[in-house]
């Protein structure tokens, strides 16, 4: 385990997040693996492309998309594998103009690759009861 590795994780699972805010596809395309998947709570699973493509056409508009400060833990298993979670604060509207405003939790995979550490699969659960 490298305390260098955790660090690199961390930073790019914040980063991802941002570029999700921003509808960044090309930024988020940077640090998705080819291969990617996203399990969310309520069953449905998303490829690499279903997300980009998302974000190409503004499915959503963010005004928060955001993890909750000090909930964001990098475990590293092995050299090449590292688990991010922490609990996301998501708020904005829906391109149906349908409010949004939850928090859940998430856990998103990274592995190494040649050209670097790419997120390969997240899951993140069904929306938390309000705070």
């Known amino acids: 385990?490298?305390?260098e590795d955790i660090k690199i994780v961390a930073v790019l699972d914040?980063?991802?997040?941002?570029?999700v805010?921003?509808?960044?596809?090309?930024?988020?395309?940077?640090?998705?693996?080819?291969?990617?998947?996203?399990?969310?709570?309520r069953g449905d699973v998303f490829t690499r492309e279903d997300?980009?493509?998302?974000?190409?056409?503004?499915?959503?508009?963010y005004e928060r998309q955001v993890e909750d400060e000090g909930t964001q833990v990098v475990r590293m298993?092995?050299?090449?594998?590292?688990?991010?979670t922490a609990r996301l604060w998501l708020k904005g509207t829906t391109r149906g103009n349908e409010?949004?405003?939850?928090?859940?939790?998430?856990?998103?995979?990274?592995?190494?690759?040649?050209e670097g550490w790419r997120y390969a699969f997240g899951?993140?659960?069904?929306?938390?009861?309000?705070?």
């Open 1 to 3: 385990m490298s305390i």
């Open 14 to 19: 914040t980063a991802y997040q941002a570029a």
């Open 21 to 41: 805010a921003r509808n960044d596809a090309d930024a988020m395309a940077a640090i998705l693996h080819p291969d990617m998947i996203l399990v969310i709570g």
């Open 51 to 61: 997300i980009l493509r998302s974000a190409r056409e503004r499915d959503c508009e």
């Open 77 to 84: 298993f092995g050299a090449d594998t590292a688990i991010v």
């Open 99 to 114: 409010p949004f405003d939850r928090r859940l939790w998430f856990s998103d995979t990274y592995v190494r690759t040649p």
């Open 123 to 131: 899951q993140a659960s069904i929306s938390l009861p309000p705070q």
